[in-house]
């Protein structure tokens, strides 16, 4: 199983974005390797931690728990990225 976490807080534009680039790319992906994807969402308005690490940097992509991206999420990468993790 893949763990892809999206890192953001609400009413933030990019976050919105960033969830609807890993939505469409997940559901683009086979559905053998889809369904091995786990998407958790984690805001940085619900810990302190992941806001003092990250609030610069959102939305944070981290696939297995490693940094894959910021900011803006290219869809191209992010499939090449989750393919590879599968």
Same mark, same amino acid.
């Given at each position: 199983?893949?763990?892809?976490t999206?890192?953001? #807080?609400p &009413?933030?534009h990019?976050? &919105?974005?960033? %969830?609807?680039?890993? !939505? ?6 086979? !559905?053998?390797?889809? &369904? ?6 984690r805001?940085?308005?619900? &810990?302190e931690?992941?806001a003092?690490?990250?609030?610069? #940097?959102?939305?944070?992509?981290l696939i297995?728990g ?12 992010? %499939?090449?990225?989750?393919a590879?993790?599968s």
């Open positions: 199983m893949t763990q892809l999206l890192i953001g #807080k &009413d933030c990019l976050c &919105d974005v960033a %969830r609807e680039v890993v !939505d469409q790319v997940v559901a683009d992906l086979p !559905d053998e390797t889809a &369904d091995s994807i786990e998407i958790v969402e805001s940085i308005a619900d &810990d931690a992941l003092a690490q990250w609030w610069e #940097k959102i939305p944070v992509v297995d490693q940094l894959h991206g910021h900011w803006r999420v290219s869809p191209d990468r992010l %499939r090449a990225a989750l590879a993790a």
